[in-house]
Nanobody, 121 residues
Framework: QVQLVESGGGLVQAGGSLRLSCAASGRTFSSYAIGWFRQAPGKEREFVGA????????YYADTVKGRFTISRDNAKNTVYLQMSSLKPEDTAVYYC??????????????WGQGTQVTVSS
């Protein structure tokens, strides 16, 4: 089993940057793909991007491609979401999720509690 804790959220101005972290517990963390999702008020949860268990493959939603970068450090049991050129529409609660899946939008078994990101215009 894997437990996930997100951190790094906060308030940032449009055009700014923020880095979120997803810290995991569990000895098998390095065998899991990690996905990032977000949910804005009144909207459904949206896939942001994912990284394979090795870090060799990443996959991004079109809405964030070129602005967001996912990386992982398996030695630290941590995955990062670097967000740049932030827009007000990026405002949401961001969640990380883990699963023994191909990095993509589906199939995650474990979820964190989320961290709020607010982008002011």
């Amino acid at each position: 089993q894997v437990q996930l804790v997100e951190s790094g959220g906060g308030l940032v101005q449009a055009g700014g940057s923020l880095r979120l972290s997803c810290a995991a517990s569990g000895r098998t963390f390095s065998s899991y793909a990690i996905g990032w999702f977000r949910q804005a008020p009144g909207k459904e949860r949206e896939f942001v991007g994912a990284i394979s268990w090795s870090g060799g493959s990443t996959y991004y939603a079109d809405t964030v491609k070129g602005r967001f970068t996912i990386s992982r450090d398996n030695a630290k049991n941590t995955v990062y979401l670097q967000m740049s050129s932030l827009k007000p529409e990026d405002t949401a609660v961001y969640y990380c999720a883990a699963g023994e899946v191909v990095a993509g939008p589906h199939g995650y078994d474990y979820w964190g509690q989320g961290t709020q990101v607010t982008v002011s215009s």
